[in-house]
């Protein structure tokens, strides 16, 4: 019931885990509220068509124009951000491109929220378990393992646990709970 007629923002609606994250919202009632880069085919394919959520943005997050006004309407309680370039090779390939998404995105979001009287209580960030400083000695990391990031798309998720504390602290701590949650590898 906790879930019921909330609004919720997903960020990231259209990737693998946003996809999963958004029908499970729904099937508990929520009121979803999506936004993209893009519409990923295979998704629609398996059934996670945008007829499964109420308001729908494809638009990259850094993109604060296209959705601000949608975004303030719909009012939503909860944010689960999950947008982001996800992959490891493809953050060798085109680093500029995984900072610009991953970091500028979260750093241009939370600078948004900052900004509005707004009736967000929580901003659950979606890292990786790949935020931890490399470490030969250990099998399993702990949360209190330092952070690290030795390659691009590990370093631009450490960075998005740092920018997520940032802002709670210096400008949402009053109002909003951020939390980050490390997400491993799904199969």
Not at 145 to 173: H, N, R, T, V, W
Request: proline residues 2%.
């Amino acid at each position: 019931n906790f879930y019921k007629n909330k609004n919720i923002l997903v960020t990231g609606h259209t990737g693998f885990k946003g996809s999963w994250l958004t029908s499970f919202l729904k099937y508990l009632n929520s009121n979803i509220f999506g936004i993209s880069i893009d519409r990923i085919k295979q998704n629609e394919k398996s059934g996670f068509s945008k007829d499964i959520i109420d308001f729908e943005v494809i638009s990259d997050v850094n993109d604060l124009k296209n959705y601000f006004e949608q975004f303030k309407k719909f009012n939503p309680e909860i944010v689960f951000y999950l947008a982001a370039q996800p992959l490891v090779r493809e953050a060798y390939i085109n680093p500029l491109h995984t900072f610009k998404s991953n970091v500028m995105g979260l750093i241009e979001f939370l600078n948004l929220i900052k900004s509005y009287d707004h009736n967000i209580k929580t901003i659950i960030v979606v890292t990786s378990d790949k935020v931890f400083e490399k470490n030969e000695a250990k099998k399993f990391f702990t949360e209190n393992d330092k952070l690290g990031g030795s390659e691009p798309y590990g370093a631009s998720k450490a960075m998005q646990e740092i920018i997520s504390k940032c802002f709670f602290e210096s400008y949402l701590k009053e109002k909003t709970n951020i939390v980050t949650v490390r997400a491993g590898n799904v199969i």
